[in-house]
T-cell receptor, first 111, second 114 residues
């Protein structure tokens, strides 16, 4: 069974801290990994990763994929209260277009 | 990306009734999907909405309970039939285009069944 596991499930930090969110996967035939941020209802797209070792970066957020060790990390530097959200990791499998989601990491940034 | 709208944004329904959720995209897309997010849980794919043919359902989801229509490349509906409190969830549509794995999500419909 295809599985995506995120850790930690919950994280509380102070504004200005740097956080690292983890996503590991066990899937039959990996194609790509996506990160989303969910604040209320709709997940908003952050990154798509298909190749190992190539960092994707957007402002204070960055992500990288390790296809040998089957994991990805999402880093957020100089966190702000607006970064508080659930961060979702999802995998797409070869031959299927569907997203298989992890449980999410609930990140809370305290002022 | 695409601009996606969903209607209604939220609803409170009585047990045994049905609700139809609409998903509209501002441009033609290849793929449309329907996901469910139960309280405190992550997203689970219900089905892939296929234009001009029957939807493809995931294990645990059936057409009688979640009938789906997709009459064209910009619109789809999901009906939650004969609702029970266990159907209380956020329902999300997402869209994708051929040649890219990125999916974009609509704003979601928060359904509460009493």
């Amino acid at each position: 069974e295809d599985k995506v596991v995120q850790s930690p499930l919950s994280l509380v930090v102070h504004e200005g801290d740097t956080v690292t969110l983890n996503c590991s996967y066990e899937v039959t035939n990996f194609r790509s990994l996506l990160w989303y941020k969910q604040e209320k209802k709709a997940p908003t797209f952050l990154f798509m990763l298909t190749s190992s070792g190539i960092e994707k970066k957007s402002g204070r957020l960055s992500s990288i994929l390790d296809k040998k060790e089957l994991f990805s990390i999402l880093n957020i530097t100089a966190t702000q209260t607006g970064d508080s959200a659930v961060y979702l990791c999802a995998v797409i499998i070869q031959g299927a277009q569907k997203l298989v989601f992890g449980q999410g990491t609930r990140l809370t940034i305290n002022p | 990306s695409a601009v996606i709208s969903q209607k209604p944004s939220r609803d409170i329904c009585q047990r045994g009734t049905s609700l139809t959720i609409q998903c509209q995209v501002d441009s033609q897309v290849t793929m449309m999907f329907w996901y469910r997010q139960q309280p405190g849980q992550s997203l689970t794919l219900i089905a892939t909405a296929n234009q001009g043919s029957e939807a493809t359902y995931e294990s645990g989801f059936v057409i009688d309970k979640f009938p789906i229509s997709r009459p064209n490349l910009t619109f789809s509906t999901l009906t939650v039939s004969n609702m029970s409190p266990e159907d209380s969830s956020i329902y999300l549509c997402s869209v994708g285009r051929a040649g890219t794995d990125t999916q974009y999500f609509g704003p979601g419909t928060r359904l509460t069944v009493l």
